[in-house]
């Protein structure tokens, strides 16, 4: 069935570093990709989308492109500040895959020190 | 609209006790998901709704586990009779295209449930 895979964590950033988190996807058909960010003691929010292959979702100053050839929606941000810590979830939701719902990866907690 | 809505924020209650959980999805979302996030299993679907209507109860853990939508705008999970492992954060979520869409899904804050 589908599935999403992401980098093992804790990732810890200094204030200002490049971010990069790892997702890679597999599907039946032809998924669209997804990024949630879930700050401390809340719910889970959208943070970037991407419908098709070469798509670049962005917000925030985060960025993923939908890779088709490698399966892979890597997370990336130039600069990361003491507030991007929260743990981030990569998902996808495939309808040729005959799941009718989002598929969550395991999530990413990143604490950034200033 | 003020989200979605659940209540309580947190609950404490012992072993072998009924415990409620509640949410208020966003009016004209036809789909509400419930999940349970622990650190060792992550998130984990345990039911939706489409149009109050319950389509996939799969993840739900046992039958201790029940979930109802009596109308659009109201949910509820419970447990009875509760454990300590069922100690977790609920999330509740909710959505006009369970695909995600353009939106998303539109997730509450969460119910921090302790069972002692």
């Known amino acids: 069935g589908d599935s999403v895979t992401q980098m093992e964590g804790p990732v810890t950033l200094s204030e200002e570093a490049f971010l990069t988190i790892n997702c890679t996807y597999t599907?039946?058909?032809?998924?669209?990709l997804f990024w949630y960010v879930q700050y401390p003691g809340e719910g889970l929010q959208l943070l970037l989308k991407?419908?098709?292959?070469?798509d670049k979702g962005s917000n925030k100053g985060f960025e993923a492109t939908y890779r088709k050839e490698t399966t892979s929606f890597h997370l990336e941000k130039g600069s990361v500040q003491v507030s991007d810590s929260a743990v981030y979830f990569c998902a996808l939701s495939d309808k040729a895959g005959g799941s009718e719902k989002l598929v969550f990866g395991k999530g990413t907690k990143l604490t950034v020190n200033p | 609209d003020a989200g979605v809505i659940q209540s309580p924020r947190h609950e404490v209650t012992e072993m072998g006790q009924e415990v409620t959980l509640r949410c208020k999805p966003i009016s004209g979302h036809d789909y509400l998901f419930w999940y349970r996030q622990t650190m060792m299993r992550g998130l984990e679907l345990l039911i939706y709704?489409?149009?109050?209507?319950?389509?996939?109860d799969s993840g739900m853990p046992e039958d201790r586990f029940s979930a109802k939508m009596p109308n659009a705008s109201f949910s509820t999970l419970k447990i009875q009779p509760s454990e300590p492992r069922d100690s977790a954060v609920y999330f509740c979520?909710?959505?006009?295209?369970?695909?995600?869409?353009?939106?998303?899904?539109?997730f509450g804050s969460g119910t921090r449930l302790t069972v002692v």
């Open positions: 991407a419908t098709k292959a070469d």
């Open positions: 709704f489409n149009n109050n209507v319950p389509i996939d």
């Open positions: 599907a039946t058909g032809y998924p669209s």
């Open positions: 979520a909710s959505s006009f295209d369970p695909r995600g869409g353009r939106y998303g899904y539109t």
